[in-house]
């Protein structure tokens, strides 16, 4: 059985900034894809509302939701929200991921 994930309090701070701008609910839903550098990448976005079969998980009041599919790729993830002087991004903790390129978006199992 996979591990849940785990938003940090930056990123939970600024999934709420997010949502509140686009007037939807605080929910960040990451999923897998097959691509990118290393074989598979994260994606983010905005949810509704989690599906039934979603793995939940929430910070201060934010909602973090995963698929099974892509749970089994991230399972045990931290998902933390960075700000250097290159950027802000959100970045997953995978120790899952057994290779990773520089752009930090995608990952190789």
């Given at each position: 059985?996979?591990?849940?994930?785990?938003l940090?309090?930056?990123?939970?701070?600024?999934?709420?900034?997010i949502?509140?701008?686009?007037?939807?609910?605080?929910?960040?839903?990451?999923?897998?894809?097959g691509?990118?550098?290393?074989?598979?990448?994260?994606k983010?976005?905005?949810?509704?509302g989690?599906?039934?079969?979603?793995?939940?998980?929430?910070?201060?009041?934010?909602?973090?939701?995963?698929?099974?599919?892509?749970?089994?790729?991230?399972?045990?993830s931290?998902?933390?929200f960075?700000?250097?002087?290159?950027?802000?991004?959100?970045?997953?903790?995978?120790?899952?991921?057994?290779?990773?390129?520089?752009?930090?978006?995608?990952?190789?199992?």
């Open positions: 059985m996979a591990e849940t994930l785990t940090t309090p930056a990123a939970a701070k600024r999934v709420a900034w949502a509140e701008k686009q007037a939807k609910p605080a929910i960040l839903r990451l999923s897998v894809e691509g990118g550098c290393s074989g598979f990448q994260y983010f976005d905005l949810a509704d989690p599906a039934a079969d979603d793995s939940v998980s929430e910070t201060d009041g934010v909602q973090l939701v995963v698929d099974p599919v892509s749970l089994d790729l991230v399972g045990g931290v998902v933390d960075v700000e250097s002087l290159g950027g802000a991004a959100f970045k997953v903790e995978n120790p899952n991921a057994a290779a990773g390129c520089g752009c930090g978006s995608s990952f190789g199992i």
